[in-house]
């Protein structure tokens, strides 16, 4: 993979930036509204990431599972992939520093760590959500209405029917 510690740093920085930056837009285009509306703007994010992994899925595999047969084809400085001309930062490579699958890892990578992201984003709305249903028994102070006669006698019915356990 040309030079592995150069290639390393490149990706993990590289990585990094299309990570803050998708993060920087995903937050900045949120849906202010309702807990609905967010849920689903993020996951319309999520099925993004999903939808570029399955497209990529050969080269994934062979990247995560550590192969080196095929580096001389992806990890060949000087070659274009037309496919990539399309993402939103593959104009920032230099062909003479990176390979078209130096971008294709580092995108890779970026998108495991925004799907992490985007998953805890949920399941807080999802917390938040429950919170909002529930009331608080703080907030439930239940008053009797009757005579403390009537509260006494009610009480000695339930003890009487086993209601308390004993």
């Known amino acids: ?43 319309a994010h999520v099925r993004a990431i999903n939808a570029y992994t399955q497209k990529r899925l050969d080269f994934i595999r062979y990247f995560r599972s550590g192969a080196t047969h095929l580096d001389s084809l992806y ?7 037309t496919e ?13 520093f990176s390979t078209n699958a130096d971008f294709k ?30 009331l608080p028994l703080s907030d439930v102070r239940p008053t009797w209405q009757d005579s403390k006669t009537d509260l006494t006698e009610l009480i000695y019915l339930l003890d009487s029917k086993g209601c308390f356990g004993n």
Request: proline share 2%; aromatic share 12%; charged share 25%.
């Open 1 to 43: 993979r040309g030079n592995k510690v150069t290639s390393k740093n490149q990706t993990s920085l590289f990585c990094r930036l299309i990570y803050y930056r998708k993060l920087y837009n995903i937050e900045m285009n949120r849906p202010v509204g309702s807990i609905e509306a967010q849920r689903e703007y993020l996951d």
């Open 75 to 81: 990890f060949l400085r000087g070659q274009t992939d």
């Open 84 to 96: 990539q001309y399309l993402e939103t930062f593959y104009y920032e490579l230099d062909p003479q």
């Open 105 to 134: 890892v580092a995108k890779i990578l970026a998108n495991d760590m925004l799907s992490v992201y985007l998953m805890g984003e949920l399941e807080s709305l999802e917390s938040t959500n429950l919170r909002n249903m529930v």
